[in-house]
C-alpha cells in the first residue's frame, strides 16, 4: 500500500461548483497534514496545513479523519483559476519526511 | 524575501555530461531539500540537509548523483555522467523545520539527450 494515495482524475466541474477531493494515509502515527497545489510547469506551493479540528481558508476547508486515516479537501464556489494538481502531503513520523502524494487534477470550466 | 533560487530554469544537456543544479535556500530555513519530479514517479524526494549537514541520501538514485552543502545559503546537485532517464524536473525547497511545509524553488527542467 501506497503511504500516501490520491485519486489522479480529473475532476472536471462548472464554475461556482462546489468539489472535494480525499487522500488516504497508511501511517497511522502521522502527525503533519498539508495540502498543496500545482500548476502547470510550476513549482508546487503550500494551500494550506490540516488541523486535528478541521480548518477553513476562505472558499477552502480541510479536514482530517484520524480513524478512517484520511484528510480531505473542499472547494466550494469553484473559480477557474482554482484548475491546477492538489497535492496532499503526510510526515512520515518513522522516517521523519514529508511524503507527497501523486496529486489530483482538477479542472474548472466556464 | 526572494524565496528559494534555483538555476539554472532549463538544461539540456549530452548523454555523459556532467550536469550541476544550483540552489539558494530562503535564509533562516535550517532544512533543505532536494526533489525529482517526473509524470510517472511523482514528487520523489532525493536528499535533505539540516544545517548543511547531509541526514538521509537514501532517495539518491545511484552514485551518479551527488549532492552538497558547502553553507547555509548555497546547494548543488551534481550528476555524473548524465543519462536521458535522469530527465525531469529538479525542485529545491526549504524549511525552517523537517515537519513545517516547505517552500520550493521554481525547479530547473533538465533533458538529458
Known amino acids: 500500500r501506497k503511504e500516501v494515495e490520491q485519486d489522479p482524475g480529473p475532476f472536471n466541474v462548472p464554475e461556482g461548483a462546489t468539489v472535494a477531493f480525499n487522500c488516504t494515509y497508511s501511517n497511522s502515527a502521522s502527525q503533519s497534514f498539508f495540502w498543496y497545489r500545482q500548476d502547470c510547469r510550476k513549482e508546487p506551493k503550500l494551500l494550506m496545513s490540516v488541523y486535528s479540528s478541521g480548518n477553513e481558508d476562505g472558499r477552502f476547508t480541510a479536514q482530517l479523519n484520524r480513524a478512517s486515516q484520511y484528510i480531505s479537501l473542499l472547494i466550494r464556489d469553484s473559480k477557474l483559476s482554482d484548475s491546477a494538481t492538489y497535492l496532499c502531503?503526510?510526515?512520515?513520523?518513522?522516517?521523519?519526511?514529508?511524503?507527497f502524494g501523486t496529486g489530483t487534477r482538477l479542472q474548472v470550466f466556464p | 524575501d526572494a524565496g528559494v533560487i534555483q538555476s539554472p530554469r532549463h538544461e539540456v544537456t549530452e548523454m555523459g555530461q556532467e550536469v550541476t543544479l544550483r540552489c539558494k535556500p530562503i535564509?533562516?530555513?535550517?532544512?533543505l531539500f532536494w526533489y525529482r519530479q517526473t509524470m510517472m514517479r511523482g514528487l520523489e524526494l532525493l536528499i535533505y540537509f539540516n544545517n548543511n549537514v547531509p541526514i538521509d541520501d537514501s532517495g539518491m538514485p545511484e552514485d551518479r548523483f551527488s549532492a552538497k552543502m558547502p553553507n547555509a545559503s548555497f546547494s548543488t546537485l551534481k550528476i555524473q555522467p548524465s543519462e536521458p532517464r535522469d530527465s525531469a524536473v529538479y525542485f529545491c525547497?526549504?524549511?525552517?523545520?523537517?515537519?513545517?511545509?516547505?517552500?520550493f524553488g521554481s525547479g530547473t527542467r533538465l533533458t538529458v539527450v
Open positions: 525547497a526549504s524549511s525552517p523545520d523537517r515537519n513545517y511545509g516547505y517552500t
Open positions: 502531503v503526510v510526515n512520515n513520523p518513522n522516517t521523519d519526511k514529508l511524503i
Open positions: 535564509s533562516g530555513h535550517d532544512y
